[in-house]
């Protein structure tokens, strides 16, 4: 079974969005950013911290989660070809923060802690970053990468489309009418 170019997927899911994402135009138009910060390079404890990052935004269910998708490198993939330097250096920057503003506000590591502990502290971001958002700042902020990474990195890949999404390969025949029934799954691009 062979799916969609990931590279299509991707610009089908940004232009849903209205190109609203970090990035987006790169997706969009092919072309890389002007400036980017040369020889940028995450290293697999930064993946790893990544994956759980994006476990704790969408966890294992029934369904594997963000981190058997691979959302680590999807993220690093993405930081390091479609953003450009600013938004490069708020990525990490939000790394960082996200970092020591667990422990020091839990005193414990993210990479220890519970996924229930993890989740309550990026809705604690997420919220904050909702409240500043309504204060006049339009910059993205890093929870919000975050988010918008991890959603897009899961369901283009195989394991977000074939198992949380209802997936058909295309070309598949035309069925105008669909009946839907409460619970069920969403369909893939």
């Excluded at 980017?36 to 404890?45: M, R, V």
């Excluded at 993939?77 to 250096?89: A, F, G």
């Excluded at 890949?157 to 029934?181: F, H, M, N, V, W």
């Amino acid at each position: 079974m062979s799916l969609m170019n990931r590279r299509e997927a991707l610009k089908s899911v940004v232009l849903m969005m209205g190109g609203t994402m970090v990035g987006a135009n790169v997706i969009l138009t092919g072309c890389a950013p002007e400036y980017s910060i040369e020889g940028l390079d995450f290293t697999e404890k930064d993946i790893a911290f990544m994956d759980e990052i994006g476990e704790a935004i969408i966890p294992t269910t029934d369904t594997p989660g963000a981190k058997a998708a691979g959302i680590g490198t999807f993220m690093a993939m993405m930081v390091k070809e479609t953003y450009n330097k600013e938004q490069q250096e708020s990525f990490i920057e939000g790394l960082n923060n996200l970092h020591s503003g667990f422990k020091s506000e839990t005193g414990e590591d993210f990479m220890k802690a519970s996924v229930e502990e993890r989740t309550a502290y990026l809705n604690g971001l997420n919220q904050k970053a909702k409240a500043d958002f309504g204060e006049g700042n339009k910059a993205p902020s890093y929870i919000n990468m975050f988010k918008d990474l991890t959603v897009l990195g899961y369901f283009t890949s195989e394991i977000g489309a074939t198992q949380a999404l209802r997936y058909i390969e295309t070309p598949g025949k035309y069925e105008p009418c669909i009946d839907y029934k409460k619970g069920d799954r969403a369909w893939a691009l």
